[in-house]
């Protein structure tokens, strides 16, 4: 019997979700106190499009001597170009994550609606394939 998306994403009300003016520190304290590796920016209130800030994009923040508290996480988040859809089967998340270098989908319907995240960790952890 298939996993689905649906049955192991992290669900829209427990998500973190900031604005583009929050400071990378408030990004970094968020990530270390709830021991996760990403954070959906919304890019604007009107649109649909998010912004994923990730620990990858942390460390090259990190990376360019500026203060964490001056420097906001807008500027070094990237677009989410990639999406998944709550009908998936992790088979085919998996397959979305590694032809397109990503570790993170921001799950929506039909209408685009954000429902919430699936990461790689969540396939690993959670969808087992019984090979290997």
Not at 51 to 59: N, P, V
Not at 76 to 81: E, G, Q, S
Not at 88 to 111: I, Q
Request: charged letters at 30%; glycine letters at 4%.
């Amino acid at each position: 019997m298939p996993t689905y998306v649906r049955d192991i994403m992290t669900p829209y009300d427990e998500l973190v979700i900031l604005n583009p003016n929050d400071t990378i520190e408030k990004a970094h304290k968020i990530m270390r106190d709830r021991n996760i590796h990403s954070v959906l920016v919304k890019k604007a209130k009107s649109s649909l499009f998010w912004l994923i800030f990730t620990d990858t994009d942390l460390l090259a923040a990190q990376s360019s001597d500026e203060d964490e508290s001056s420097v906001f996480v807008g500027d070094w988040a990237n677009m989410a170009t990639k999406i998944a859809k709550p009908e998936w089967t992790c088979e085919k998340a998996r397959e979305v994550m590694l032809s397109n270098g990503v570790k993170h989908l921001p799950v929506m319907d039909d209408a685009f609606q954000l429902l919430g995240i699936i990461s790689s960790k969540d396939v690993i952890e959670k969808c087992r394939s019984g090979r290997i």
